[in-house]
């Protein structure tokens, strides 16, 4: 666990989101910020599915029959996996395990790049089959959110790799590491999204 004791703030945020009276916070409070946006910007997409499964439900029973729920389960398993080895590269730099934790963040960029092949197979298979924005509502909502997200886990994975450069200079140390521990809240927040939307899109009908 990081001991280092957290640092004067910036004076931009009110008193009371100060990490002097709230204690140590994951990461640090500009992350926070960022995933705070980024969940915001997701549940505007989430509202805006309700809305037009409610006016269009037709369109979203038979939509999710359309896709290929394989290539969702598959993607689900990615990030899971992702998101677990993310978790252990954070344990192992805690440890002082620099070489461990790099290994650990390889593991998580592959799978990063891995769901990007497969989403974009995904987004080529439904090309071939004639599925556009305009096909229907329920297509309008799958590609607006899937490729915003597509987009997410892209420079997330280029964060990762920023990273393990960082990590290779020494950056990190059990001491100090809260721009890895950002890192990770960052991927988590986007393996959240995924959970949520993978039903919504690929299963309820």
Request: positive net charge.
């Amino acid at each position: 666990m990081n001991s280092e004791p957290p640092k004067a703030p910036l004076g931009i945020f009110p008193s009371s989101w100060s990490e002097l009276r709230a204690g140590r916070i994951p990461g640090n409070i500009p992350i926070w910020v960022g995933i705070l946006s980024e969940l915001t910007e997701f549940g505007i997409f989430f509202v805006a599915y309700f809305i037009a499964k409610y006016h269009y439900p037709e369109a979203f029973s038979q939509g999710p029959q359309s896709v290929s729920t394989l290539a969702g389960v598959t993607n689900t398993l990615i990030l899971l996996s992702s998101s677990y080895f993310i978790a252990k590269a954070m344990i192992n730099i805690r440890l002082d395990n620099r070489a461990k934790c790099e290994v650990y963040l390889w593991l998580t960029l592959a799978c990063g790049c891995l769901y990007l092949l497969v989403k974009s197979g995904e987004f080529y298979w439904n090309h071939q089959q004639g599925f556009r924005t305009s096909s229907s509502e329920f297509f309008t909502v799958y590609y607006y959110m899937t490729f915003n997200h597509f987009l997410h886990v892209g420079w997330a994975a280029c964060a990762v790799l920023w990273v393990i450069f960082r990590v290779r200079r020494g950056a990190y140390s059990a001491k100090q590491h809260s721009g890895l521990e950002a890192l990770a809240m960052y991927w988590h927040m986007i393996d959240l999204m995924w959970i949520l939307i993978f039903p919504l899109l690929y299963v309820l009908r």
